[in-house]
């Protein structure tokens, strides 16, 4: 089945991301200023277990020795939320599972860290032990995923009760990104890739999940126009496969026109939902009497 262009669907299979040039391009590509990656560690931080944010060696988990409850990232990239994680939970030990080959070596070029290790892997199929985990972070990912209820069943399976896992994304009924205005067409093709809150609540719930919150804004991802213009011109998002040269080409010079007219020096903003779901009782079961949110 395919999805978008060049991009066929079947477990961990995302040929995009298989490209290594598009490897390559997509740190930079996707690089966000340092306070926003800051301010989103901290944010997901926040949903840690208590001992992943003290200092080694002072919880009394540590101190007994026994292993933190870690932090994982599914479909991690080239790591950069990894590593920030890391920084922001300093007894936390982060695991990156990531199917692309050519992205986990990026990862391990960009963004490789004492407390960090990526491994081979997908949503569907994570290479990790039960209840292992005490938060997981899905950022980016959940509309790339060809079977949703089954990365639920896996994610439920890693994640400790009480575990909580984070979904950064935008979804369908709040999609609102600059790329939007300058190539209208992706609206589209978003639209038919990317699921709403209800049908991501929908392959969850049944799992063993329940909301614990959701939040949504729109956050600065470039400095002004100019900047963003340049990490966008080297299509290192998966949604610029749908456009061809000549769309991508027609949308660029609709933003070196407003760079030219002096118009963008704003930061760039883009708008994300964080859906934050918390782990309950056995695999399998709906959280009891749980309402809309
Ligand atoms: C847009 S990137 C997001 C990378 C990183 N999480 C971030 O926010 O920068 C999407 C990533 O999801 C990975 N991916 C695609 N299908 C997946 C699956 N079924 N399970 C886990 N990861 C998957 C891709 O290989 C790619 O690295």
């Given at each position: ?184 067409r992706l609206l589209e093709t978003d639209a038919a890739r990317f699921p709403s809150e209800q049908e991501i609540l929908a392959d969850f719930r049944p799992a063993g999940f329940r909301v614990h919150r959701v939040h949504s ?9 100019r900047q963003w213009r340049e990490r966008v011109a080297g299509r290192a998002q998966s949604k610029f496969l749908a456009l061809s040269e000549a769309e991508f080409a027609a949308g660029l010079a609709r933003v070196d026109a ?36």
């Amino acid at each position: 089945m395919v999805t978008e262009a060049g991009q066929a669907t079947g477990p961990g299979r995302q040929p995009a991301y298989e490209d290594p040039q598009l490897a390559a391009r997509y740190e930079h590509g996707n690089e966000m200023p340092a306070e926003s990656l800051r301010a989103w560690a901290e944010l997901i931080a926040g949903y840690a277990p208590e001992e992943a944010a003290s200092a080694p060696g002072t919880s009394p988990a540590s101190t007994a020795g026994a292993r933190m409850p870690g932090v994982l990232e599914v479909g991690s990239g080239t790591g950069m939320f990894c590593t920030a994680l890391a920084r922001a939970l300093p007894a936390a030990e982060v695991t990156g599972v990531e199917p692309s080959g050519p992205m986990r070596a990026e990862a391990e070029r960009h963004h490789a860290h004492p407390r960090v290790r990526y491994l081979a892997g997908s949503a569907e199929r994570l290479p990790v032990p039960a209840a292992g985990f005490g938060l997981a972070l899905l950022s980016r990912v959940v509309h790339h995923l060809p079977d949703r209820p089954a990365a639920a069943r896996e994610l439920a399976r890693v994640l400790r009760p009480g575990g909580r896992l984070v979904i950064r994304t935008t979804v369908r009924e709040r999609l609102d990104a600059p790329v939007y205005r300058y190539w209208p067409r992706l609206l589209e093709t978003d639209a038919a890739r990317f699921p709403s809150e209800q049908e991501i609540l929908a392959d969850f719930r049944p799992a063993g999940f329940r909301v614990h919150r959701v939040h949504s804004f729109a956050q600065p991802v470039a400095a002004d126009l100019r900047q963003w213009r340049e990490r966008v011109a080297g299509r290192a998002q998966s949604k610029f496969l749908a456009l061809s040269e000549a769309e991508f080409a027609a949308g660029l010079a609709r933003v070196d026109a407003e760079v030219a007219g002096a118009r963008g020096s704003e930061p760039v903003l883009e708008r994300y939902d964080v859906i934050v779901l918390e782990r309950v009782g056995g695999v399998g079961t709906a959280a009891p009497g749980e309402g809309a949110k």
